[in-house]
């Protein structure tokens, strides 16, 4: 099914394609959207459009124009699309020409210039979804149509089967009777004297039929009342069906179903009327069985969906509870470490310190930052579980983002006497644009777990552009996380958002180059993973056995590393093998920029004081912890 298509007109081509930018950004992919500059180009697309087969949703018009003022325009569109919306976008048309649109050419709305585009978006979006609901109720109303004549033509056969029907009656396996219309019985048949134990045709009238044959109310002792025998109510034109008739004859009790039929002559009046009648006490033993069966089901049921309402209170209560307590655990840690690494912050540069002291000091404020890091992760955590968690991709220098990880690290690992080196292949782009942000910590988080779980040896990480995707040939032959995509075509183009660059459906191969693959690779010789565990490393709050050994982290850093990478568009995958050592691998889409796309640097600028000869100025300080107070005093004051 082809897409609506919304059309814009005005002879400045500016004004076009900013009109078409902002729709794009409001519709998306929901519609298409075509330009003219003008009103013969207008009705030119118009023309080709309709021959298409395409569905005109929306046209949005410029008022003045060197060729077709805008109403008028509008009017002639109409007459060839009734069903289209149409906006008028002037800031110069008078009441006459605003009145025209209205009256002939189904104007949705005037949106004076320069327009606000949040109300430009509204306006469309508003406008879209009324063409599509009215698109909607029409072809409501036509398979309705269908559904009524396909309705005809069933009761016309039925009634058709119902005249031959009653032509055999005699020859059916259930009792049959026929009435005339004054209620003297016509005809019974053979089953039918069966079951009222009547040998011969009775000589009693419909109304006698109750008392003259025991005819009960089910599971009463009431005769059945003669006014609602269902034979009686069909010779009054009624067409009955009853199954709580109950025959009593020599001590037995036979439940019968009922189906009484008025027969018409051509004028329209009652010509007999005919009833159908079968032994039903089988199925009506069944139906209590099966009436007791759902019963008990229902208390069941009853209980069990109870029971599972009062878990799903107690875990959304639980999981209120979580939100809860990590938000304020979050206020109440971070209070104290506000004034821990604060003064610990100012009291370092003293000259009063021994050089024991200061040692001291650093340990504090690395143990503070260390403390710092893990709440963070933990409050990540909880935004990634809320999904509020969001990508924020931005232009920046790869090369650089690796060189300052690699001098973050390589003192560390210079301690622990590790050989530390990063591989970049020539291929791979330096500038790029993803959320480097999320990647940076990706990096450190991976980097930092390679430090800790190896004893000796070395730290490798690659980086390498992928010609395609490398997991969707590791999907074939390892039990991969990885359902982003089924190919390079499709995978780069749903990158495109992640990216930030827009891509048309129907463009070729050769469109999709700003978007290239890049694996990350972390490989250390470390004491590894066992195969047991390689399932559960990325679950939240799970350590390895080796992780639960150092003691160290809260068992959160690869969980928050494969959500980022799954939000930048990848996939993260890991292969180890114990007292050898483990890889972690991951790829995701990136887009290639130009170095003239990359933000202009920031200039860091250290305040040291007040310009001199400024007036004497007081700041109040306002927090209700003293030592808050205390910290932005001694911070201010220099």
């Keep these: 099914m082809k897409k609506p298509v919304i059309v814009c007109i005005d002879d400045e081509p500016d004004v076009l394609n900013s009109l078409k930018i902002e729709l794009k950004k409001a519709i998306g992919d929901r519609c298409i959207i075509e330009t003219a500059e003008g009103g013969e180009d207008a009705l030119e697309l118009l023309s080709d459009l309709q021959a298409d087969e395409y569905e005109i949703a929306l046209v949005l018009s410029d008022y003045i124009m060197p060729d077709i003022k805008g109403d008028e325009l509008l009017r002639r569109i109409h007459e060839r699309s009734p069903d289209t919306l149409t906006i008028m976008l002037t800031g110069q048309a008078d009441l006459e020409a605003l009145s025209n649109a209205i009256k002939y050419a189904k104007l949705y709305r005037y949106i004076p210039k320069p327009w606000q585009n949040e109300d430009l978006k509204l306006t469309v979006v508003e406008a879209i979804h009324s063409y599509l609901q009215d698109q909607k109720l029409t072809d409501e109303i036509i398979k309705r149509q269908e559904v009524n004549e396909e309705l005809k033509l069933v009761n016309e056969a039925l009634s058709a089967s119902e005249s031959r029907l009653n032509q055999f009656l005699e020859a059916l396996p259930v009792g049959v009777s026929v009435y005339n219309p004054d209620g003297s019985i016509a005809y019974f048949n053979q089953t039918a004297r069966d079951l009222l134990g009547a040998d011969t045709i009775p000589e009693s009238t419909a109304e006698q039929l109750a008392a003259t044959y025991q005819l009960y109310v089910a599971n009463t002792d009431e005769l059945y009342p003669p006014d609602n025998l269902p034979i009686l109510r069909a010779l009054k034109g009624e067409f009955v069906r009853v199954d709580d008739v109950e025959i009593r004859q020599d001590g037995k009790i036979i439940a019968i179903e009922i189906n009484t039929t008025p027969i018409f002559d051509p004028s329209g009046n009652i010509a007999y009327a005919i009833a159908a009648f079968q032994d039903i006490s089988d199925r009506k033993q069944a139906e209590k069985i099966l009436a007791d069966y759902q019963h008990t089901l229902e208390a069941q049921i009853d209980e069990r969906t109870e029971q599972l309402q009062q878990a799903k209170e107690a875990a959304e209560a639980a999981n209120k509870a979580k939100s809860t307590f990590l938000a304020n655990m979050s206020h109440e840690l971070r209070t104290p470490l506000n004034s821990i690494l604060g003064f610990a912050q100012i009291m370092e540069p003293s000259p009063n310190l021994t ?284």
């Design 355 to 638: 050089v024991e002291n200061r040692d001291n000091l650093r340990i504090i404020h690395r143990s503070g930052e260390h403390l710092l890091t893990l709440i963070n992760q933990a409050l990540d955590l909880s935004k990634i579980e809320a999904g509020r968690m969001m990508i924020d991709p931005k232009n920046f220098d790869l090369y650089r983002l690796l060189d300052d990880l690699q001098d973050m690290f390589q003192l560390r690992a210079q301690t622990q006497e590790l050989q530390l080196s990063f591989h970049r292949e020539d291929e791979v782009p330096q500038y790029v644009r993803t959320d480097d942000v999320k990647l940076r910590q990706v990096l450190i988080n991976l980097l930092s777990n390679a430090i800790k779980f190896t004893q000796a040896g070395e730290i490798i990480l690659r980086v390498k552009k992928l010609e395609e995707s490398g997991f969707i040939q590791l999907l074939d032959s390892s039990n991969t996380f990885f359902d982003t995509a089924t190919s390079i075509r499709e995978f780069a183009i749903n990158s495109r958002n992640l990216t930030g660059m827009e891509l048309s459906e129907n463009a070729d191969d050769s469109a999709i180059d700003p978007v290239v693959f890049l694996q990350f690779e972390i490989e250390d010789t470390g004491v590894g993973i066992a195969p047991e565990e390689l399932g559960n490393v990325f679950k939240a709050f799970v350590q390895t056995a080796s992780g639960q050994k150092t003691q160290k982290g809260t068992g959160l850093g690869l969980t928050i590393s494969r959500q980022f990478v799954r939000l930048m568009g990848g996939e993260i995958v890991v292969e180890s093998q114990l007292e050898i050592g483990t890889t972690f691998k991951f790829e995701i889409p990136v887009g290639a920029v130009y170095v003239a796309d990359l933000p202009a640097p920031q200039i860091n600028r250290e305040v040291i004081g007040l310009a001199p000869n400024q007036p004497c100025y007081r700041i109040l300080i306002v927090d209700d912890r003293e030592d808050n107070r205390q910290l932005l005093v001694k911070m201010l004051s220099p």
